[in-house]
């Protein structure tokens, strides 16, 4: 089993910058591609962006590409979400997630066995 915690979310005004970082404990070493969801209640649970734990590609979701960045800290088994240029568009609950498999369905909230509890941005003025 693999254990994800996220941190960092909060309130932050349009134009601004945020930082969410999950740490992840357990079997770890089972863990192929980490990746950051958000949802709206109501709604489905959107891809935002992923990373390969080894190789490191990343991978990003159109609306936030070019504003976020996903990266890994691999001895501190810690995935960050840097998001810059904040719209009240990316105000949702933001959740981290692991998968143990291989392929590239990382857009996909089906291929991810591994979810943190979630933790909510808001972007507003």
């Known amino acids: 089993q693999v254990q994800l915690v996220e941190s960092g979310g909060g309130l932050v005004q349009p134009g601004g910058s945020l930082r969410l970082s999950c740490a992840a404990s357990g079997q770890t070493v089972t863990i192929n591609t980490m990746a950051w969801f958000r949802q709206t209640p109501g709604k489905e649970r959107e891809f935002v962006a992923a990373i390969k734990w080894t190789a490191g590609n990343t991978y990003y979701a159109d609306a936030v590409k070019g504003r976020f960045t996903i990266s890994r800290d691999n001895d501190k088994n810690t995935v960050n979400l840097q998001m810059n240029s904040m719209k009240p568009g990316d105000t949702d609950v933001y959740y981290c997630?692991?998968?143990?498999?291989?392929?590239?369905?990382?857009?996909?909230?089906?291929?991810?066995?591994?979810w943190g509890q979630g933790t909510q941005v808001t972007v507003s003025s």
């Open positions: 997630a692991g998968s143990r498999l291989f392929g590239d369905y990382y857009y996909t909230p089906r291929w991810y066995d591994y």
